[in-house]
């Protein structure tokens, strides 16, 4: 509702503006300032609807000459031909009124001048409102993400942080203590470092692949305690991608998923595969068999693609075949 007011208003004034150049000498004509108001909001919501176009086909940040320049060379070229047309209409409907006589023609040239000063200033001063419409846009933009984000980020902290996990980990610690006393001591290492990873990282952004693998790494552990050699890990990372980042607990997610429905044991083997390549980190495991009761919610799958559309507007791409799951994820940076 502002934006239309503040069109009708400037327009209307504008307009005014071009009638009292042309016939300040003269007693001003009613009927004619009101013609030349809506002229100037016509003129006005033209103007609208073309910013509207260019805003779309070009980009303010990426070519602001360009979009500057365009705004300005159109918006004259359509401002020129609507004021002309008007003004051969006015004389159709009064002859006696000849804008375009020889004697008028400096006037019209002055009112060329005049437009294109009113279209050069407007453009100006639209480009210092929009780039500074566009940072605000961008600042909330930005701690939507952030908040966001963290709710992601808390929910995978909740699901790592699970009683039904801890109380896994504890029974299987139990069970350790009294058969080999050095894997309770490296379990008790790894479950503090996958806890310590997961409280120091929920609320970053990014973290490193290297470290992301570092925390998948003590998580396998944990579970390869419990399952045995009914579980198997295997990672092809090439160096050059451990340095690049994702969103934190994205792998160990996956894996977990991996886990939590499928059965593992003697008979069921259950190997993933953690590599990179292309600009993907690709998790794959085989499908043995449904765990009994456990519903496949897609809720993991959603927190990761919720991520990376808020990071990056990047999809995961998530495929079913041949008796394999497979996930990639793009790497960010």
């Known amino acids: 509702m502002r934006k239309h007011l503040l069109i009708v208003t400037l327009g209307f004034a504008i307009g005014i503006l071009f009638y009292a150049f042309h016939n300040f000498k003269e007693q001003p004509n009613f ?4 013609l030349n108001g809506f002229l100037g909001i016509g003129i006005s919501y033209t103007f609208h609807f073309i910013n509207q176009f260019l805003n779309k086909s070009i980009d303010w940040k990426k070519q602001t000459g360009l979009r500057l320049l365009l705004g300005i060379v159109i918006h004259l070229i359509v401002g020129t031909g609507i ?9 159709q ?12 023609e400096m006037a019209f040239v002055k009112m060329l001048v005049l437009l294109f000063s009113v279209v050069l200033v407007y453009n100006i001063i639209y480009f210092a ?3 500074y419409q566009q940072y605000v846009k961008g600042q909330l933009l930005e701690s939507k993400i952030r908040r966001w984000q963290t709710e992601l980020q808390l929910k995978a ?15 299987a610690l139990s069970t350790l203590v009294t058969k080999d006393v050095n894997a309770a001591e490296r379990f008790i290492r790894s479950l503090a470092k996958s806890y310590d990873y997961t409280l120091s990282n929920y609320q970053n952004t990014l973290v490193q692949v290297s470290e992301e693998l570092e ?3 003590s998580y396998y552990f944990l579970m390869k305690t419990r399952f045995q050699e009914s579980i198997a890990l295997e990672i092809d990372i090439p160096e050059s991608i451990l340095h690049t980042r994702i969103p934190p607990m994205t792998l160990q997610m996956l894996v977990e998923n991996a886990m939590k429905h499928n059965v593992a044991d003697i ?7 953690i590599i990179g ?3 993907f980190l690709e998790v794959t495991n085989n499908i043995t068999k449904k765990r009994k009761g456990v519903q496949s919610t897609q809720i993991g799958l959603q927190n990761i693609e919720s991520r990376y559309q808020l990071l990056a507007n990047k999809p995961i791409l998530v495929e079913d075949i041949n008796s394999q799951f497979r996930v990639k994820i793009p790497i960010l940076s």
């Open 31 to 34: 009927l004619e300032v009101f």
């Open 83 to 91: 004021v002309y047309l008007s003004l051969r209409t006015y004389e």
């Open 93 to 104: 409907i009064y002859p006696s009124y000849s804008f375009f006589s020889n004697k008028e």
């Open 129 to 131: 409102f929009y780039s």
């Open 157 to 171: 902290l909740k699901s790592q942080l699970s009683p039904h996990f801890l109380f896994n980990c504890l029974n």
């Open 215 to 217: 925390f998948v790494k």
């Open 267 to 273: 008979e069921n083997e259950l190997k993933i595969r």
């Open 277 to 279: 390549d292309k600009g």
